[in-house]
């Protein structure tokens, strides 16, 4: 009679066994970093939008300032909006403002254009990414 029971009562384990290892598993933490990590800073426009606060001193999305209206800067060529008197260096640039020149431009600007007017840089690739992300919103 045991000997029957301790028969069944073995699968019986086992399948209980299955059934808590494969839960556990579920609440492990879910996958290696490389996984769960897209390559390259990604852009967080919310954020962005805080840290536009401090182009705000010479720009703003809608009105040229000390520096130019910024509305639409993603994909346009420099030097582009009218009625504002950009530099000869960045008239002559012939740079188009993608996300990637964008970056080299906040990087420092008079690496990428020397001669040009703006002097403000932003030293966090992130926070980079963050500003751009919020520009090409603002269309
Ligand atoms: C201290 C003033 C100042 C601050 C702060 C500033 N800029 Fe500028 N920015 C300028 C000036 C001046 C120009 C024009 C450059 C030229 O003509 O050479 C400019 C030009 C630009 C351009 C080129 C636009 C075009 O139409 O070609 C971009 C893009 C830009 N700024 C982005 C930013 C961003 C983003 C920030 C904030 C992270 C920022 N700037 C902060 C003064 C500033």
Redesign the pocket.
């Known amino acids: 009679m045991t000997s029957r029971l301790q028969t069944r009562a073995a699968p019986m384990a086992l399948v209980l066994f299955l059934c808590l290892a494969s839960a556990a598993q579920a609440h492990a933490p879910d996958k290696p970093p490389a996984e769960r990590v897209a390559p390259g800073p990604t852009g967080d426009a919310v954020h962005g939008g805080q840290?536009?606060q401090?182009?705000m001193?010479?720009?703003s999305l809608d009105e040229n300032d000390?520096?130019?209206k910024?509305r639409g800067?993603v994909g346009r060529p420099?030097?582009?909006?009218p009625g504002y008197a950009?530099?000869k260096?960045?008239k002559a640039s012939g740079i188009t403002?993608t996300p990637a020149m964008?970056d080299k431009?906040?990087t420092n600007p008079q690496v990428l254009?020397p001669g040009?007017?703006?002097?403000?840089s932003?030293a966090k690739p992130q926070d980079r990414a963050d500003?751009i992300a919020y520009?090409a919103k603002q269309k």
């Open positions: 840290l536009y401090g182009c001193g010479c720009h000390v520096g130019p910024h800067v420099a030097a582009s909006v950009y530099s260096a960045l403002w964008l431009w906040l254009v040009a007017k703006m002097y403000f932003i500003i520009l």
